[in-house]
């Protein structure tokens, strides 16, 4: 297996298709969850660099994402949390860290919450137990929606995805496919919309003060900024006083694509024992 390479993993669970890449590697395991609409390859960089660290690497296509299967009917976050113990459990992942951006990092903490003997520490890139946004399906609905599909090239959704970010758009336009003479999204808007159900309902403290493994937080700090605010995370502090945070200068959203080194970087510091 040279540097750049991984190996495509399947598993099936009540039917519904989940893809993984299998970077492979030696050491504790690693397992990497992408946001909404995303995929498993827009973490390539940072699979990369945490296996050439030492980790074993496994980065899943959620349900409804990439190569996974496009239109389950379930999209509860409890479905999510099923997947990923089933992956961790067919592909013997022994308390893997659980790494997630956005949607990818609430369904990590929800499955560290549910079920506190499978992780050993928790990374939440961009996410946190949130609060009830009744407007956020229809605003990301909308947006998703609106892209100008089909793209006509590479360049073309680089430069859509990413708003001036080439590093951002390289990541969102990975995971697109080619087909009737376009690049098409691998997801299906209403699947995502329906995804966000529950998030746009009701916050997670509860889950959240049920976390038992350590967590580190890192979010963007930058001109674009993230999503979580300081109010936020300030209460993600209040209840968890051991809570490890950083935020990385210049990044917004996408901190994975904008700076897979730092965010490598930040992971190994904070699971170097002290």
Same mark, same amino acid.
Do not use: N
């Given at each position: 297996?040279?540097?750049?390479?991984?190996?495509?993993?399947?598993?099936?669970?009540?039917?519904?298709?989940?893809?993984?890449?299998?970077?492979?590697?030696?050491?504790?395991?690693?397992?990497?969850?992408?946001?909404?609409?995303?995929?498993?390859?827009?973490?390539?960089?940072?699979?990369?660099?945490?296996?050439?660290?030492?980790?074993?690497?496994?980065?899943?296509?959620?349900?409804?994402?990439?190569?996974?299967?496009?239109?389950?009917?379930?999209?509860?976050?409890?479905?999510?949390?099923?997947?990923?113990?089933?992956?961790?459990?067919?592909?013997?992942?022994?308390?893997?860290?659980?790494?997630?951006?956005?949607?990818?990092?609430?369904?990590?903490?929800?499955?560290?919450?549910?079920?506190? #003997?499978? @992780?050993?520490?928790?990374? %939440?890139?961009?996410?946190?137990? !949130?609060?009830?946004? +009744? /407007? &956020?399906?229809?605003? =990301?609905?909308?947006?998703?929606?609106?892209?100008?599909?089909?793209?006509?090239?590479?360049?073309?959704?680089?430069?859509?995805?990413?708003?001036?970010?080439?590093?951002?758009?390289?990541?969102?336009?990975?995971?697109?496919?080619?087909?009737?003479?376009?690049?098409?999204?691998?997801?299906?808007?209403?699947?995502?919309?329906?995804?966000?159900?529950?998030?746009?309902?009701?916050?997670?403290?509860?889950?959240?003060?049920?976390?038992?493994?350590?967590?580190?937080?890192?979010?963007?700090?930058?001109?674009?900024?993230?999503?979580?605010?300081?109010? #936020?995370? @300030?209460?993600?502090?209040? %209840?968890?006083?051991?809570?490890? !945070?950083?935020?990385? +200068? /210049? &990044?917004?959203?996408? =901190?994975?694509?904008?700076?897979?080194?730092?965010?490598?970087?930040?992971?190994?510091?904070?699971?170097?024992?002290?």
């Amino acid at each position: 297996m040279d540097s750049s390479s991984w190996s495509e993993r399947v598993v099936v669970r009540d039917g519904v298709r989940l893809v993984c890449r299998d970077w492979g590697g030696a050491g504790s395991d690693v397992l990497l969850l992408h946001g909404l609409a995303g995929h498993a390859g827009e973490w390539d960089a940072t699979a990369r660099l945490l296996r050439d660290a030492g980790h074993r690497v496994v980065a899943l296509d959620q349900r409804g994402h990439g190569g996974s299967e496009r239109r389950p009917e379930d999209a509860s976050r409890a479905a999510y949390v099923a997947d990923v113990v089933a992956v961790v459990s067919e592909l013997g992942l022994e308390q893997p860290v659980l790494v997630g951006q956005s949607l990818g990092g609430h369904t990590a903490f929800l499955t560290a919450a549910a079920h506190p #003997e499978l @992780a050993r520490a928790l990374v %939440l890139v961009e996410a946190g137990p !949130g609060g009830a946004e +009744p /407007g &956020t399906q229809e605003g =990301v609905g909308g947006w998703l929606k609106g892209w100008p599909v089909p793209f006509a090239s590479r360049r073309e959704a680089v430069a859509y995805l990413g708003d001036g970010k080439d590093a951002v758009g390289e990541g969102w336009a990975s995971g697109l496919e080619e087909r009737d003479g376009g690049l098409w999204p691998r997801f299906d808007p209403e699947f995502m919309v329906r995804s966000l159900d529950e998030v746009a309902a009701r916050a997670f403290w509860e889950e959240w003060d049920a976390v038992a493994c350590p967590v580190l937080s890192v979010v963007g700090e930058g001109a674009q900024g993230g999503i979580i605010g300081g109010e #936020e995370y @300030a209460e993600m502090a209040r %209840l968890r006083p051991e809570l490890h !945070g950083s935020s990385v +200068p /210049g &990044t917004g959203h996408d =901190v994975h694509l904008e700076r897979p080194g730092v965010l490598c970087r930040l992971i190994g510091d904070f699971l170097r024992p002290q």
